[in-house]
């Protein structure tokens, strides 16, 4: 039917989309007339729509396909013009609230800005603003983030409620191609660098240094070579990672099967323990063999999740050991400057 063709020829754009425009990693959410119906600080637990009569459900609905996202790997933060205390009660009291405290990896619930706050949500994530998505009622605050924060793609939800939950259902950058381990755990893993994050900080105070706190992470990295275990994931750190990567050139699964295969190339990953938990797989290094003794790394790269911590010259350390037990005398490598990785 029209319908149906209608559909598939958005959702074939849509994939081509996300292969041209950075994907979107980051949800940042207002809280009143877009999580639910009313203002708290006016109206308060009893009195805002969130529940199974209209409008109300409308809001459950729309949290149901939020939390949806978070399931597939997207960060839910969020930026809202409140009291903290009035919002921290819906998240934990209200019965019918579907996300609550745990699903947010930041936030920032005050009457500063919400330029600012972006900017500040930014800066704790350590993502990029181009990776953000805002979400609000408000026409005059999404007017506002899409002339300060151009970057930011802002979505205004609809004025009438029983559109809000079909909202972000054509935004192309929020299509998934594959779905790993990491991203499941992705606020899981924010939450622990919020902890390592506030270690650092009581290291600072009390005087300590940068070595001192890396030493009290007690970190252990397992490296693998030519694993064909996560290549979703190694793939997808090749078309996500932008900060710590060296070239920015990007593979898919099929390419990195076949530079797996291949005895021209050398495929290595490394996951990262410590004292608050598994990072899961956040380094991998692409060695191409030039001759018996030389080899090039084609591409190393890094999550942004761990950079500050050494990794990547533990990782390159090990790797050039490795090598030199091979008989490899010589190692050349490619920077290829981009917006982000300087």
């Given at each position: 039917?029209?319908?149906?063709?209608?559909?598939?020829?958005?959702r074939l754009?849509?994939?081509?989309?996300?292969?041209?425009?950075?994907?979107?990693?980051?949800?940042?959410?207002?809280?009143?007339?877009?999580?639910?119906?009313?203002?708290?600080g006016?109206?308060?637990?009893?009195?805002?729509?969130?529940?199974p009569?209209?409008?109300?459900?409308?809001?459950?609905?729309?949290?149901?396909?939020?939390?949806?996202?978070?399931?597939r790997?997207?960060?839910?933060?969020l930026?809202?013009?409140?009291?903290?205390?009035?919002?921290?009660?819906?998240?934990?009291?209200?019965?019918?609230?579907?996300?609550?405290?745990?699903?947010?990896?930041?936030?920032?619930?005050?009457?500063?800005?919400?330029?600012d706050?972006?900017?500040?949500?930014?800066?704790?994530?350590?993502?990029?603003?181009?990776?953000?998505i805002?979400?609000d009622?408000?026409?005059?605050?999404?007017?506002?983030?899409?002339?300060?924060?151009p970057?930011?793609?802002?979505?205004?939800?609809?004025s009438?409620?029983?559109?809000?939950?079909?909202?972000?259902?054509?935004?192309?950058?929020?299509?998934?191609?594959?779905?790993?381990?990491?991203?499941?755990?992705?606020?899981?893993?924010?939450?622990?660098?919020?902890?390592?994050?506030?270690?650092?900080q009581?290291?600072?105070?009390?005087?300590?240094?940068?070595?001192?706190?890396?030493?009290s992470?007690k970190?252990?990295?397992?490296i693998?070579?030519?694993?064909?275990?996560?290549?979703?994931?190694?793939?997808?750190?090749?078309?996500?990672?932008n900060?710590?990567?060296?070239?920015?050139?990007?593979?898919?699964?099929?390419?990195?099967?076949?530079?797996?295969?291949?005895?021209?190339?050398?495929?290595?990953?490394?996951?990262?323990?410590?004292?608050?938990?598994?990072?899961?797989?956040?380094?991998?290094?692409?060695?191409?063999?030039?001759?018996?003794?030389?080899?090039?790394i084609?591409?190393f790269?890094?999550?942004?999740?761990?950079?500050?911590?050494s990794?990547?010259?533990?990782?390159?350390y090990?790797?050039?050991?490795?090598?030199?037990?091979?008989?490899?005398?010589?190692?050349?490598?490619?920077?290829?400057?981009?917006?982000k990785?300087?």
């Open positions: 039917t029209p319908l149906a063709a209608n559909e598939f020829a958005r754009v849509n994939l081509m989309a996300i292969s041209v425009y950075p994907k979107a990693k980051v949800i940042a959410l207002d809280a009143d007339n877009t999580l639910w119906g009313g203002i708290i006016e109206d308060g637990i009893n009195g805002i729509a969130l529940g009569e209209y409008p109300g459900n409308t809001f459950v609905d729309f949290q149901r396909r939020l939390l949806d996202l978070q399931k790997g997207f960060i839910l933060a930026c809202s013009k409140n009291n903290t205390e009035d919002v921290h009660e819906i998240l934990d009291n209200h019965p019918h609230q579907i996300l609550r405290r745990q699903h947010f990896a930041a936030e920032r619930i005050n009457w500063l800005p919400k330029v706050n972006l900017v500040s949500l930014s800066d704790e994530l350590n993502l990029g603003l181009d990776s953000f805002f979400v009622d408000s026409s005059h605050e999404c007017d506002i983030i899409r002339s300060r924060l970057q930011i793609e802002v979505i205004q939800t609809p009438k409620p029983v559109n809000i939950p079909m909202c972000l259902e054509q935004v192309a950058r929020l299509e998934i191609l594959s779905l790993t381990e990491e991203d499941t755990l992705k606020t899981k893993l924010y939450a622990q660098e919020k902890q390592r994050k506030q270690l650092k009581d290291a600072n105070a009390l005087g300590g240094d940068l070595n001192s706190y890396l030493a992470l970190m252990k990295m397992h693998e070579i030519d694993s064909r275990k996560n290549i979703a994931r190694l793939s997808q750190l090749t078309q996500k990672t900060q710590f990567n060296v070239t920015t050139r990007r593979y898919s699964e099929q390419q990195i099967l076949d530079f797996i295969e291949s005895d021209k190339w050398i495929v290595s990953s490394f996951t990262l323990n410590d004292i608050f938990g598994n990072s899961g797989i956040v380094g991998l290094a692409l060695f191409h063999r030039l001759a018996d003794e030389a080899i090039d084609d591409n790269l890094m999550s942004c999740r761990v950079i500050g911590r990794a990547e010259s533990a990782f390159l090990a790797m050039l050991d490795y090598f030199a037990r091979m008989g490899i005398t010589q190692v050349t490598a490619t920077y290829i400057p981009t917006q990785n300087n």
